[in-house]
């Protein structure tokens, strides 16, 4: 069963708008990381947020940890057309860097 | 420092034909993972080693076999390929230790078309 639910399955913006994706979660973590995926490549790590922590920042990236919801946020802010992408959340469950579990992800469009 | 690297990028096979996959990471990384990626799911794991020698299964990983014989390689092996099999397959590697920021490093992915 998947772990992380990414939602909304997909988003169209405007350049300069800020695009919020969120992320669910089943059982406890140890840290939840977000990753982006461009058209016909692999995956890259963005941000990574541990379980006792409730926000992070990097960038113009914001990424929110509510554990007693077991959800996540990934806000982008100002964005750009080279934001276009998928954006997958993993977790680790209760295993240190094993066994991460993606969700299905959010395809974000960014309009010019 | 080449991070992940796997080949070949395209591949496609005729129903019962076998091949390997290769990985190889250069980080050192006791993890390594195979997941496979299909249109609107997320990675599903397939296989996974938690250092040479060791090797267990994820949540997919009939039809596939796998081998960790250094720490470095991480093939995968399709031993008798099935329309079914058609996907993206992903190799992935990262550290495993507690309190440790254990990333996911990824290689570009390979496409695999069975026919």
């Known amino acids: 069963s998947q772990q992380g639910e990414e939602d909304p399955q997909a988003l169209s913006i405007q350049e300069g708008e800020n695009a919020t994706m969120n992320c669910s979660y089943k059982t406890s973590i140890n840290n939840l990381q977000w990753y982006r995926q461009n058209s016909g490549r692999g995956l890259v790590h963005l941000i990574l947020?541990?379980?006792?922590?409730r926000e992070k920042h990097s960038g113009r990236l914001r990424v929110t940890l509510d554990t007693s919801k077991k959800s996540s946020s990934l806000l982008i802010t100002a964005s750009r057309a080279a934001d276009t992408a998928s954006y997958f959340c993993a977790t680790d469950g209760d295993n240190y860097g094993q066994n991460f579990v993606f969700g299905p992800g959010t395809r974000l469009s960014v309009l010019p | 420092n080449a991070g992940v690297t796997q080949t070949p990028k395209f591949q496609v096979l005729k129903t019962g034909q076998s091949m390997t996959l290769q990985c190889a990471q250069d980080m050192n990384h006791e993890y390594m993972s195979w997941y496979r990626q299909d249109p609107g799911m997320g990675l599903r794991l397939i296989h996974y080693s938690v250092g040479a020698g060791i090797t267990d299964q994820g949540e997919v990983p009939n039809g596939y076999n796998v081998s960790r014989s250094t720490t470095e390689d991480f093939p995968l092996r399709l031993l008798s390929a099935a329309p079914s099999q058609t996907s993206v397959y992903f190799c992935?590697?990262?550290?495993?230790?507690?309190?440790?920021?254990?990333?996911?490093?990824f290689g570009e992915g390979s496409w695999l078309t069975v026919v």
């Open positions: 992935a590697s990262s550290y495993s230790r507690q309190g440790a920021v254990n990333t996911i490093y």
């Open positions: 947020i541990r379980s006792n922590e």
